[in-house]
T-cell receptor, first 113, second 115 residues
Framework: QQQVKQSPQSLIVQKGGISIINCAYE??????FPWYQQFPGKGPALLIA?????SEKKEGRFTISFNKSAKQFSLHIMDSQPGDSATYFC????????????FGTGTQLKVEL | EAEVAQSPRYKITEKSQAVAFWCDPI?????LYWYRQILGQGPELLVQ????????DSQLPKDRFSAERLKGVDSTLKIQPAELGDSAMYLC?????????????FGEGSRLTVL
């Protein structure tokens, strides 16, 4: 089974707060866990990604925390800004054989002033 | 910056009609994907090409959907006949393929409404 379960479905955060989105996966063969950001009317764009041999990856205000034993990973957005308001998708994938990704159901984030 | 081009951006059709979507991937990207994104859900892979060959079409409803990438560059996804349940965003993505970073580059999508 290749499902990726994502929560919450929607999230409202105050400007400057921390946004946290969680994902759980079933397929232990996944070797690549990206987060994609999608604005209305646009295609998803890669935000940050991690491989299972690393427990945390930080890029600016965005951090992925990865727990291999629990088969869970999460996205933390520090100092959330109104411009971060978008839909976020986690995914699990196999980089061998052409980067096949299985996406979660998405989290709609709204950052309020 | 290189982008994945898709057309049309929007398509409204009646059920039982035929529709086609076109995608031009980033130059040099060997792998091309068609994803379907139903409103409020994540993208789901329909078909994956490596150059001109189909790598995975296990989720493509082959009784009505077809996809081709004849010269290993641009690609067409066809639906015939369209059904109400086909209303969705059809996303094309590309990646480097064999020499990969894991990143997929998505186009802006083609939004299909079937009446």
């Amino acid at each position: 089974q290749q499902q990726v379960k994502q929560s919450p479905q929607s999230l409202i955060v105050q400007k400057g707060g921390i946004s946290i989105i969680n994902c759980a996966y079933e397929n232990t063969a996944f070797d690549y866990f990206p987060w994609y950001q999608q604005f209305p009317g646009k295609g998803p764009a890669l935000l940050i990604a991690i491989r299972p041999d690393v427990s945390e990856k930080k890029e600016g205000r965005f951090t992925i925390s990865f727990n291999k034993s629990a088969k869970q990973f999460s996205l933390h957005i520090m100092d959330s800004q109104p411009g971060d308001s978008a839909t976020y998708f986690c995914a699990g994938g196999f980089t061998g054989g052409g980067n096949k990704l299985t996406f979660g159901t998405g989290t709609q984030l709204k950052v309020e002033l | 910056e290189a982008e994945v081009a898709q057309s049309p951006r929007y398509k409204i059709t009646e059920k039982s009609q035929a529709v086609a979507f076109w995608c031009d991937p980033i130059s040099g990207h060997a792998t091309l994907y068609w994803y379907r994104q139903i409103l409020g859900q994540g993208p789901e892979l329909l078909v994956q090409f490596q150059d001109e060959s189909v790598v995975d079409d296990s989720q493509l409803p082959k009784d009505r959907f077809s996809a081709e990438r004849l010269k290993g560059v641009d690609s067409t996804l066809k639906i015939q006949p369209a059904e109400l349940g086909d209303s969705a965003m059809y996303l094309c993505a590309s990646s480097l393929g064999q020499v990969n970073t894991g990143e997929l580059f998505f186009g802006e999508g083609s939004r299909l409404t079937v009446l």
